[in-house]
């Protein structure tokens, strides 16, 4: 029963607090109650003797009872560095409450270690032998309890978590070491080679080596002239690997597109490679080359039916690849540096060190472009289910999130530092968190309102104002009038004579048709026996111009011979080496380019057409021809 009157000598009772569900940590969890707090009466005294702290204060409760967010947790101190790939939100644990995972790079990138956050509190501390590259969660088999497994890519290596207790590593597959670096460190092991020229003779190889150095030989360059007989004594007799490192990683659905489907691991290494592993056996089950090293990865489709992979690399080049091929089968060229990859549907969302965002295609044709006010730090993906909402989340350095709907700006969130990282999804038992960490290692954890709605153009609401503009419309005039009332009167003969002028028109252009396949004017041959296609293009600025003719015999399996090709144009203005000569024999499906040169002759700046005759030998009619009307000698003119 609802109402505001409680029973005599009985204290009314406060409802529960919408977010009690998380546990208070210090004085920045911040509690919203649904009870209402008391309204006092607004007297002149009362509005006198406030103060310009209070209005401030008043101010800020109104914007944020007009914003989208209820801000949920704030902690500058909360010593969290990391990156948008290193963050994940799952049920580790099948209890309905979701955990965040991150992969912490450490103050200064010397304590890597992986979180796992419940709330505002740290649940679990492990540290890592190397910094993380990506964390990701998945499904790994189809019996109960399905548990979701943490998958943390670091180094050469991913490591498999599973209710957070270590259940499986993986290593990179090594790679053959450089010959000649062998063949160096076969010597120092026999006293043949002293560490100086050890040292000029691995310099020179990671000079000039397509195969790069192995970790062992770059941590010997890098030591001091008194360090390095002692590193030579202790590693000389060890063998040489050479180890790749993971740059990138995301997950792939294995054969059901369902949300609680097994999932398969995607990797990207900096030995150029793109890796698809088993969720099972953890065996590589796909290889697939790039021609640069991959930095963001985005992954749509199932791995046993269809899937498609997008790969942002540090040439600053996108690769869209598919199901069965080894190599990219398009390429998608930025001006700039990628610095994040988000797939919004079927659209690619690239941001780029020019301070811009970019949507493209997955055929790599550019849709749109839209101007950041600053450098973009990190990108992220804003799914809202329940509404059936995808945008893109943009972390800029000037404290702003911006989150956009193809090019339309949907929200603007301010933060008190500049965000490194973003992760959207759900936080313990809220659909909709924001889960943020800061420059300085901040954590800022932000809920949606379930009342909010994100509309375009920053929440203007109703038609367009142009819309609302009156058109200037004219009078009618008499003319006007008077012609409105003839189409009246004879609007059955106007209708005739159209139709009669229709009839016309259609007749003299199948005549015109007619004409040109009996006169061979048709760059298309139309005889079955002999089919031909010509195709011309006209190269250069004048007075030489070079002439190229694409001749394609179209038949499936038939091929052409005994064909010659003829020019004819005015002797006054153009002069050709060669107006009459063979054609080779033209195999099905080709397309041959037979080049000459044309020299304009004229000086008054004019041009003129010349023809094209393809002929059959010993035949006078051609097969096909083709006009072609050759441009103004620039040259000449500008004599």
């Not at 489907?261 to 592993?277: I, Q, R, Y």
């Amino acid at each position: 029963m609802r109402g505001s009157v409680s029973a005599p000598g009985r204290k009314a009772e406060r409802p529960e607090p919408l977010y009690a569900r998380f546990p208070e940590a210090g004085r920045h969890w911040v509690l919203r109650s649904a009870w209402p707090e008391p309204v006092a009466r607004a007297t002149p005294a009362r509005m006198a003797a406030a103060s310009p702290s209070d209005s401030d204060s008043c101010r800020a409760d109104s914007n944020e009872a007009s914003s989208k967010w209820l801000d949920a947790h704030y902690d500058p101190m909360a010593n969290i560095h990391t990156f948008s790939a290193c963050l994940a939100l799952a049920d580790l644990h099948m209890d309905g409450e979701y955990k965040l995972v991150v992969g912490d790079l450490g103050p200064g990138g010397q304590q890597p270690c992986l979180k796992v956050l419940k709330g505002p509190t740290v649940l679990t501390e492990s540290p890592l032998p190397a910094l993380p590259a990506a964390a990701a969660t998945f499904l790994m088999e189809q019996h109960k309890p399905r548990t979701p497994a943490l998958a943390l890519a670091s180094g050469p290596c991913v490591y498999v978590y599973k209710n957070l207790r270590p259940y499986f590593k993986f290593s990179l597959p090594q790679l053959p070491p450089n010959p000649l670096e062998q063949d160096l460190w076969n010597q120092a092991k026999e006293d043949r080679i002293d560490p100086l020229t050890l040292k000029e003779m691995l310099e020179g190889i990671r000079e000039k080596a397509e195969v790069p150095l192995c970790v062992q030989s770059l941590r010997f360059l890098q030591l001091e002239r008194s360090e390095m007989e002692a590193f030579v004594n202790q590693h000389k007799s060890k063998l040489i690997k050479r180890q790749t490192v993971i740059t990138t990683m995301s997950t792939l659905k294995k054969d059901l597109a369902d949300e609680d489907a097994v999932s398969c691991l995607v990797l990207g290494t900096e030995n150029k490679e793109l890796l698809v592993l088993d969720p099972e056996a953890f065996t590589i089950l796909a290889t697939m080359s790039l021609p640069s090293v991959p930095v963001f990865l985005e992954v749509s489709g199932q791995f046993d039916v269809e899937f498609r992979l997008a790969a942002a690399c540090r040439n600053g080049s996108i690769y869209i690849l598919r199901r069965d091929s080894k190599r990219p089968k398009y390429c998608i060229e930025l001006s700039a540096q990628p610095v994040g990859l988000v797939r919004v549907h079927k659209i690619l969302v690239v941001g780029s060190t020019q301070d811009s965002l970019h949507g493209f295609t997955h055929k790599g044709k550019r849709l749109w472009t839209v101007q950041m006010p600053a450098a973009i730090l990190t990108m992220n993906l804003l799914e809202q289910r329940s509404r059936g909402l995808q945008a893109v989340m943009v972390g800029l350095a000037n404290r702003e999130v911006r989150i956009y709907h193809d090019k339309a700006l949907l929200n603007i969130i301010r933060t008190p530092d500049a965000v490194t990282s973003l992760c959207f999804g759900r936080y313990g038992r809220e659909d909709n968190s924001l889960i943020m960490t800061t420059r300085g290692g901040g954590l800022i954890i932000k809920i949606l309102k379930r009342t909010a709605v994100f509309l375009e153009g920053g929440g203007e609401v109703g038609p367009p104002p142009a819309q609302a503009m009156k058109l200037n419309v004219p009078r009618k005039t008499r003319l006007y009038v008077d012609q409105t009332l003839r189409e009246r009167e004879a609007g059955t003969a106007m209708h005739r004579a159209f139709q009669t002028d229709l009839y016309l028109l259609r007749l003299r252009t199948a005549r015109a048709y007619v004409q040109a396949l009996e006169s061979s004017l048709s760059p298309v041959s139309a005889t079955a026996r002999e089919p031909l296609k010509l195709h011309a293009v006209v190269q250069g600025l004048g007075p030489t111009f070079k002439l190229t003719l694409h001749l394609q015999n179209t038949s499936t399996a038939r091929p052409v011979l005994g064909l010659l090709v003829c020019f004819l144009y005015s002797e006054a203005l153009y002069a050709l080496p060669r107006a009459f000569f063979k054609v080779p024999l033209l195999v099905p499906g080709l397309s041959y380019p037979l080049e000459t040169f044309v020299e304009s002759l004229g000086d008054k700046g004019i041009s003129d057409i010349i023809k094209v005759l393809v002929l059959r030998e010993g035949q006078s009619a051609p097969l096909l021809s083709a006009h072609i009307n050759m441009p103004v000698s620039e040259g000449l003119a500008a004599a």
